[in-house]
């Protein structure tokens, strides 16, 4: 018999990215007592990667528990970022509610709109709050009517239409239940979660059946599985059966070695746990993602929708440069594999092919950002790799037309850089959808896009703004291919000889372009050290020296001023390479290159490959 387990509460967190997700619970967990008062607390204490708390983003989605008047309140803090989509729609499969979270200022976003989506769909209900209310240009009630319209827009039932609005400052530390009477702490909150969310149901009495939400990885340990008990308990040692809705053949006898709670910002040992808990399992070496785990007597797996496909394509390269190997702690096809394959351990987004030669795997993801952290996870860890420039991935339909990934991007820019946004876009297969005035004096442009064609744009979109544009896009399905997009219309300046590059040799190159180093870098024959300011590809020697004679002008040793080199961080060079060129990556260094180092072969390639077009 189904019961309700009333001192148990499953939520999870939901919001675009920026508005607050992880300050707010920050503060959940520091009104609730899990800290000692003397204790040093860090500000966003969930981002607990590097690349998080640089980045001010979550990547991966964290478990932590708090517990109020006596009930616990299981929370999950999950990313905004669209490229990280797979972690929401995978957890909201363990709570029982959520928390919308809306910035007072900005209002409804695009990642709000796709993050309520998958909660309505699963009849999940919502509490609205409304955080950021602090902020001096706050417009609290008008962003009411807008979450409203969404939820409308979404077709969400009445139920979930008439959900509580809470207004919050994270920052504060406070929130109220109505603007005229300003909050002192969270209480409001944790009392609306307790009303409104309901209680975790299950049949104590039944077979164990967990679903496996989200996987964990430890060194010590391995994997970790995560996931809601459904129905029935679970303890240590028990012996149970791994089946997946998705595959009807997996059906293998395991043990639960260790069971985990969470508590605070920590997993706690426990013998037993019981219907409605969210646990943590390890001891199953290959647990997976979707896998339920039942009693032997009832292997009945859980329902669980698959999760989205990756949309682009970069090769990751065991690096063949000149200066390979000096910089980097692993370097080899072997570590490059077994470090791509063991982030397939918790990255369920993540595909990793072997290629036709041991040098390169293919990985795909959900978007550039999804892999530059990767990239830049790998590079910190020690490696020293090349990628080549990212691909859409193409489909077919029944009748063998091409199709490619769109998205739906949505700008905020000035009023006065609109034209040249529309006309930028509309050169890269973007159609204009929508325009219309966003809050602050800002336009609201929306277009319909192939992924490619966001390619290499962010940079440029910055440089058109003046740094001003807000650019947001959402995986949109599959439409028909829109034809060739040219990305770059500048060249490359390509040093012709090995060596240290040398104030003369750069003072003449500078004249072609943009550089992208200074004096005294290593470069070698192929690299890339600039951008031409035409279309067209230049050799130069940035290692050569001047020539000195016996008779000296008066102004011949005045000091050569070098312009200060455009230095590119991961994603402009991303954004930069073109199809003929990779990123060579290493801890300390990122450099272009041309993928055919060598100038006759480069040249006789380009030859083929333009006959090849002709025909």
């Known amino acids: 018999m189904r019961q309700k387990r009333e001192n148990v509460r499953n939520i999870a967190i939901i919001a675009h990215v920026d508005h607050g997700k992880t300050t707010l619970v920050d503060e959940l967990l520091k009104q609730s007592g899990v800290f000692r008062e003397n204790q040093e607390i860090t500000e966003r204490i969930m981002d607990s990667n590097d690349i998080e708390r640089e980045r001010g983003i979550t990547i991966l989605s964290k478990n932590t528990a708090v517990t109020y008047k006596g009930t616990k309140i299981n929370i999950i803090d999950t990313p ?31 990642q709000t709109k796709f993050v309520l989506r998958k909660a309505l769909e699963l009849k999940l209900p919502v509490i609205v709050c409304v955080n950021k209310i602090d902020r001096p240009e706050a417009r609290p009630t008008e962003v009411v009517d807008e979450v409203l319209e969404l939820f409308l827009e979404l077709d969400a039932d009445e139920a979930q239409f008439d959900c509580p609005f809470v207004f919050a400052s994270a920052k504060t530390g ?4 109505d603007l005229q009477t300003p909050g002192t702490d969270m209480a409001p909150l944790f009392e609306t979660i307790l009303d409104y969310i309901p209680a975790p ?29 459904d129905n029935g308990s679970v303890r240590v040692n028990q012996e149970v059966v791994i089946v997946n809705h998705h595959d009807p053949d997996k059906l293998r006898k395991v043990k639960v070695s260790k069971l985990y709670e969470f508590d605070g910002l920590n997993k706690v040992d426990v013998t037993q746990a019981d219907t ?16 339920t785990l039942c009693s032997p007597e009832t292997p009945i797996p859980i329902p669980f929708q698959k999760i989205s496909e990756p949309t682009i394509a970069m090769h990751f390269i065991v690096n063949d440069s000149p200066l390979a190997g000096q910089e980097g702690k692993y370097v080899t096809s072997r570590h490059l594999r077994e470090r791509l394959f063991r982030e397939l351990n918790t990255d369920v987004s993540l595909r990793v092919e072997e290629t036709d ?20 996870n790998m590079r910190r860890e020690g490696f020293e790799f090349a990628v080549s420039k990212a691909e859409v991935l193409y489909k077919n339909d029944e009748n063998g037309k091409k199709l490619e990934p769109m998205e739906l991007c949505y700008i905020d820019v000035p009023e006065e850089f609109s034209g040249s946004v529309i006309e930028k876009l509309s050169q890269r297969k973007g159609e204009l959808q929508s325009m219309g005035a966003a809050s602050g004096g800002y336009t609201r442009l929306e277009f319909s896009i192939p992924s490619r064609g966001l390619i290499g744009y962010r ?18 399905g599959y439409g028909p291919y829109k034809g060739d997009i040219q990305y770059r219309k500048q060249g490359s ?34 690299m890339v050290v600039g951008q031409n300011g035409k279309g067209d590809d230049i050799e130069l020697n940035v290692c050569k020296k001047k020539q000195l004679t016996n008779t000296r002008s008066s102004s011949a040793d005045e000091a050569l001023r070098l312009t200060p080199p455009k230095i590119l961080s991961l994603e402009q060079a991303l954004e930069f390479i073109d199809t003929d060129e990779l990123l060579e990556v290493t801890p300390k260094s990122l450099r272009i290159r041309k993928k055919i180092l060598d100038p006759t072969m480069r040249k006789r390639a380009a030859m083929r490959n333009a006959s090849l077009a002709q025909n």
């Open 80 to 110: 905004g970022h669209a490229d990280f989509g797979g972690e929401v729609e995978r957890v909201l499969k363990m709570v029982n509610g959520v928390i919308l979270v809306v910035d007072a200022f900005e209002g409804a976003m695009p």
């Open 174 to 177: 406070t929130a109220t239940m």
């Open 357 to 376: 030669t041991t040098e390169a795997f293919k990985v795909s993801g959900r978007g550039e950002l999804h892999l530059s952290v990767l990239i830049e």
């Open 459 to 476: 940079g440029e979109f910055m440089t058109d703004t003046k740094g001003n544009g807000i650019m947001n896009s959402i995986f949109d």
């Open 201 to 229: 149901e299950g049949d104590p009495e039944a077979g164990t059946q967990i679903l496996i939400s989200t996987i964990d990885y430890n060194e010590y340990v391995g994997r970790i599985g995560i996931g809601k008990v």
């Open 276 to 291: 409605g808990s969210i646990v943590a399992i390890s001891g199953i070496s290959d647990i997976r993602i979707g896998d």
């Open 493 to 526: 300046l390509i040093a012709f000889e090995a060596g240290e590059a040398i104030t003369y040799g750069l003072y003449n190159a500078q004249e072609r372009g943009t550089l992208f180093i200074g004096p005294g870098e290593k470069v070698y024959s192929g």
